[in-house]
């Protein structure tokens, strides 16, 4: 994970050009998305967290971004919902 206030612009740009970072995320929300995210461009700098990848941002426990990735989103909450109604 890597926190965006703690790299440059243009290391960033640099590392989604070299495809280092795939996923974006709000580390207090702990939400991830895609770099085009209209509701992830909204954020504050020192709130934003960049993956190399999906699997990566599932493993520091973030669940996917209800706008820009509907079909996962859904699937998340229908297992959040299994696992309430189990307790």
């Not at 895609?34 to 599932?58: D, H, P, W």
Request: aromatic content about 8%; some cysteine.
């Amino acid at each position: 994970m890597i926190q965006h206030s703690q790299v440059t612009d243009v290391e960033l740009r640099s590392k989604i050009h070299h495809q280092k970072i795939h996923i974006g995320g709000n580390k207090r929300l702990k939400i991830y998305g895609l770099l085009s995210c209209s509701s992830g461009k909204r954020m504050k700098r020192q709130n934003r967290v960049f993956f190399t990848n999906e699997k990566e941002a599932i493993q520091y426990k973030y669940r996917p971004c209800g706008h820009c990735m509907k079909e996962k989103y859904k699937a998340w909450k229908d297992q959040q919902n299994i696992q309430q109604s189990h307790n």
